[in-house]
Structure formats: C-alpha cells, structure tokens
C-alpha cells in the first residue's frame, strides 16, 4: 500500500488550497479514503472521509470549508480546502484501511498513512 500526497504550501489566511493523493497496492474503489491532519504540538485529528461510493463525512470544524472528493479512475482522493484559517495549519495526511469500506473518525483505526504534505496558513 502507497499513499502519496500533494499540494501543499503557504496560503495566506482565506486562502484555498487543494490536496491529492494518490494511492496504490489496493483496490481503491472499493475502499474508504480519509483526510486526518496534525498540528504543531498537538494530537493527529481526523478530517474528513469518503465512502466507495462518494458518501462523505466531516469534522465538525471542517464542514462547510473543505470538500472530500475522489476519482477512482485515477485511484487519486482530493481534499479541496476553502477560507483557510491559520489554526488549519498542519500536516495534513490521506489515511485508509485497505479493502475496508467503513470511514472511521479515529485516527487509531487507520492502518496505512501518506508521508504527509505541510500547510501552512500565515499572513
């Protein structure tokens, strides 16, 4: 199993960014893809998921600012990030466990993780 992640940067506050992963060494379409971030000093934190069949699910904090999105012809999860706070700052992770098709809003349940991309949010 291989999770790449992408697209991340410095984005001023309010800004957009959009992250990506691309996964290999599993079905992608058959399995759940989930978004979790860690911020400096603190805890991971799930984000976000996405079902096989596109069904999504958000952190309270996030609903409304990020989207969750997949194409599985490109075996690719994104995670478009709108009005970004500097609070979003993190590494932000793509996380899945292979062939499960159950989003879980603990990071502990995830068996496989990306390297991670850092976000930086700062005026």
């Not at 800004?15 to 893809?33: D, I, K």
């Not at 793509?94 to 993780?113: E, H, K, Q």
């Amino acid at each position: 199993v291989q999770l790449v992640e992408s697209g991340g940067g410095l984005v001023q506050p309010g800004g957009s960014l959009r992250l990506s992963c691309a996964a290999s060494g599993f079905t992608f379409s058959s399995s759940a893809m989930s978004w979790a971030r860690q911020a400096p000093g603190k805890g991971p934190e799930w984000v976000s998921g996405i079902y096989s069949d596109g069904y999504t699910r958000y952190a309270d904090s996030m609903k409304g600012r990020f989207t969750i999105s997949r194409d599985n012809a490109k075996d690719t999860v994104y995670l478009q990030m709108n009005s970004l706070k500097p609070e979003d700052t993190a590494v932000y992770y793509c996380a899945t466990n292979p062939y499960s098709d159950v989003v879980s809003t603990r990071v502990a349940d995830f068996g496989s993780w990306g390297q991670g991309t850092q976000v930086t949010v700062s005026s």
